[in-house]
Nanobody
Framework: QVQLVESGGGYVQAGGSLRLSCKAS????????MGWFRQAPGEVREFIAS????????DYTDSVKGRFTISRDNAKNTVYLQMNSLKPEDTAVYYC???????????????WGQGTQVTVSS
C-alpha cells in the first residue's frame, strides 16, 4: 500500500501561483510513476501532469503547458506541482496518484490521495 497526502491548496487570485505537495508513505516511492489530476464540480477527473520514477520525463495536458511544472524528490518521498499564472478555470480539487505504469490514463494509477482544493478567483 502507498498512502498519499496532498497539501498546498488554497485560494488565489487569477495570475497567482500555488505549489502543491504530495507526500507518500508505505512502499518505496521511487518504484512509482506519479501523476496529478484534477476534478471540477460536475466534471470528470482530468489528467494534468505525470512524471516518471526517476523524474527524467514529464508530460502535461495542453491546458497547463508552460504554466505548471511537476517535479519529485525521491529522497523526501514527495511530488510537487508548481502552478503559475493560474486562471479561474484551474479551480478544482487536485489529486496526486501513484502507479507502476507511467501515463495519463486515470485507470493506470493504483493509489490516490484525498485531494486538495484550489480556488482561483477572477
Amino acid at each position: 500500500q502507498v498512502q498519499l497526502v496532498e497539501s498546498g491548496g488554497g485560494y488565489v487570485q487569477a495570475g497567482g501561483s500555488l505549489r502543491l505537495s504530495c507526500k507518500a508513505s508505505g512502499r518505496t516511492f521511487s518504484d512509482y510513476a506519479m501523476g496529478w489530476f484534477r476534478q471540477a464540480p460536475g466534471e470528470v477527473r482530468e489528467f494534468i501532469a505525470s512524471i516518471t520514477r526517476s523524474g527524467s520525463r514529464t508530460d502535461y495536458t495542453d491546458s497547463v503547458k508552460g504554466r505548471f511544472t511537476i517535479s519529485r524528490d525521491n529522497a523526501k518521498n514527495t511530488v510537487y506541482l508548481q502552478m503559475n499564472s493560474l486562471k479561474p478555470e484551474d479551480t478544482a480539487v487536485y489529486y496526486c496518484a501513484a502507479g507502476v505504469k507511467y501515463g495519463s490514463d486515470y485507470g493506470g494509477y493504483d493509489y490516490w490521495g484525498q485531494g486538495t482544493q484550489v480556488t482561483v478567483s477572477s
